[in-house]
């Protein structure tokens, strides 16, 4: 699997995100932003049949992560500089906006996306967001079972793995097919540096 390389598009559509994401919520730690991008992913996917980030999501046993986000939210970021401003507290991550949120990047429907999973989850705990995630039968779920981590998980044998979730599963016939056509062309365009 090629590492992806984030074009400038890329990385405005994902910093505004978690700009967006924190000028509506209180209390946004690493742990609840990551699965409120995964909802958000998830739910622009089932509706639109379109990626909303198109990035990975790997199983967790906290739950679906994109592991480059992850890792800007515990170092120094990186792909997120001048996005974000992080606390701790509690020895939990918090994180804040650090500028104005721009629309450039996205769509009607991104933004409907955004605006329908803050309202369903934005006020959840990111212990209420994990038990989502890990209902039965959830893409996260399902993955972790397919590929026999959840026994791993459950005995705190393993934190991580790369098993990445395929969000197109829970579409069938042309949904599908449309949904893999659209991330393919995501991808090659993110090779020629563009979209």
């Given at each position: 699997m090629q590492k992806l ?191």
């Amino acid at each position: 699997m090629q590492k992806l390389k984030y074009t400038d598009s890329d990385k405005q559509k994902l910093g505004n995100a978690i700009v967006y994401i924190a000028s509506k919520t209180t209390d946004l730690s690493k742990t609840k932003l990551l699965k409120l991008l995964f909802f958000m992913e998830e739910y622009s996917v089932c509706r639109f049949h379109t990626p909303f980030l198109g990035l990975q999501y790997e199983v967790w046993q906290a739950g679906p992560v994109i592991k480059d986000v992850f890792i800007d939210l515990s170092e120094t970021p990186v792909l997120l500089e001048g996005f974000i401003e992080k606390t701790n507290k509690d020895g939990n991550t918090y994180i804040k906006s650090a500028k104005v949120f721009s629309d450039d990047e996205f769509s009607d429907n991104d933004l409907l996306v955004m605006n329908e999973i803050i309202a369903k989850y934005g006020n959840k705990t990111a212990t209420e967001l994990v038990k989502i995630t890990h209902k039965k039968g959830s893409l996260w779920y399902n993955t972790a079972k397919r590929n026999d981590l959840l026994n791993a998980f459950e005995q705190k044998q393993i934190n991580n793995s790369d098993c990445v979730i395929d969000f197109g599963e829970e579409l069938s016939g042309c949904n599908r097919e449309f949904y893999n056509e659209q991330l393919n062309f995501l991808q090659i365009s993110r090779q020629y540096g563009a979209r």
